[in-house]
């Protein structure tokens, strides 16, 4: 005799997603069981999240939670790691950051462009070579203590606080998370300040708006940023260099800088307004006097070239004394697609 195997519906309205039936689960394990189904039908949506940056990959539902292993395949799937970006990727991620710290700066610093100048000399000259010590971390930002030791707290506190403004502003108006150090923001507001100062005096001599213009198009200075990703210090420097305009020539010559490069950061000593230091310099040596003269022939100019392209170059290799750098602490994946086979 033959037997008749007995099945069991599902009654009408119970959906076997993933591969199981759920007739005979609890509501409350039901409910469960098919969210997490329709969380799988939904890997895109879990993707743009990701991708928009408004949920990390445990946050849909805890550490051990259904999305978590869905947003881990979505992002190895669908999501370039910042380890194989392109260049031009790179390139544009890089902008967005510059652009965020410059809308900071513009909104929150309003202290004279030397002051942020002499933070950033300071921080960099704080660098000991033959230590491999110190140097650009945004140690003279995030210690007080050092600024005290200098006796410059009265005078650059506000500037360190309204940068910090600056930064804090960069990392909230971005559309991922993102953390500046201390030492990119030091670098970076300083730079901001002085090509703002620098075109400044360039359209400052213009008879009106226009001429202005016709004056930067045609001879403006290229002032092209410094590079990003500096890392921050996670303890005061030990040494702090001595207050005096010798000093501080003797310390920046054995950082590395040359007397070219210092004579034409004169604007960043602490020590005497921009002629005065200048002055100082001239007696150290005739070398210094040869670069501050010509320094000084060049902003009588209308465009002050030789000036600010010298400066340019000398700031740029300050900012880098004795820097750690990691720009890929900055990136953020892209969605693969659209991009080439082959990177």
């Not at 394990?29 to 949506?45: I, K, L, M, V, W």
């Not at 370039?80 to 700066?105: F, M």
């Not at 100019?301 to 392209?309: G, P």
Request: hydrophobic content about 35%; some cysteine; glycine content about 8%.
């Amino acid at each position: 005799m033959m037997m008749r195997t007995s099945t069991t519906r599902a009654p009408s309205g119970a959906r076997s997603g993933c591969g199981r039936s759920f007739a005979r689960l609890s509501k409350a394990t039901r409910r469960d069981q098919e969210a997490a189904c329709d969380d799988a039908r939904s890997r895109r949506d879990v993707f743009l999240s990701l991708t928009a940056g408004f949920v990390g990959i445990g946050a849909c539902s805890g550490e051990d939670g259904p999305l978590r292993s869905i947003a881990i395949a979505a992002a190895e799937e669908e999501l370039l790691p910042v380890k194989s970006l392109p260049k031009g990727a790179k390139q544009t991620q890089t902008q967005e950051v510059l652009d965020l710290i410059k809308d900071g700066v513009k909104m929150h610093v309003t202290e004279d462009y030397r002051s942020c100048l002499q933070l950033a000399l300071l921080d960099a000259l704080s660098y000991d070579k033959d230590a491999k010590s110190g140097g650009a971390n945004g140690s003279i930002g995030n210690f007080p203590e050092e600024l005290k030791a200098l006796g410059l707290e009265g005078s650059l506190k506000t500037a360190v606080d309204q940068i910090r403004k600056a930064k804090e502003h960069a990392e909230k108006a971005s559309a991922f998370p993102l953390e500046l150090s201390m030492a990119d923001a030091i670098v970076f507001a300083a730079y901001y300040k002085v090509r703002s100062n620098f075109i400044g005096q360039i359209t400052s001599q213009a008879k009106d708006q226009t001429s202005a213009n016709i004056i930067l198009q045609g001879y403006g200075n290229d002032f092209p940023p410094p590079p990003l990703g500096r890392l921050d210090a996670t303890a005061p420097d030990a040494a702090a260099p001595t207050l005096t305009t010798a000093a501080l020539l003797d310390r920046a010559l054995a950082a590395g800088l040359t007397a070219g490069n210092v004579s034409a950061l004169a604007a960043c000593f602490p020590t005497g307004g921009l002629e005065e230091v200048e002055n100082e310099m001239r007696t150290q040596n005739k070398k210094f006097g040869f670069y501050v003269k010509s320094n000084q022939q060049s902003r009588e100019t209308v465009t002050q070239t030789n000036y600010q392209i010298d400066f340019s170059n000398a700031f740029s290799k300050l900012s880098t004394l004795g820097a750690k750098f990691d720009v890929e602490r900055y990136y953020h994946p892209i969605p693969k697609q659209g991009l080439p086979k082959k990177l």
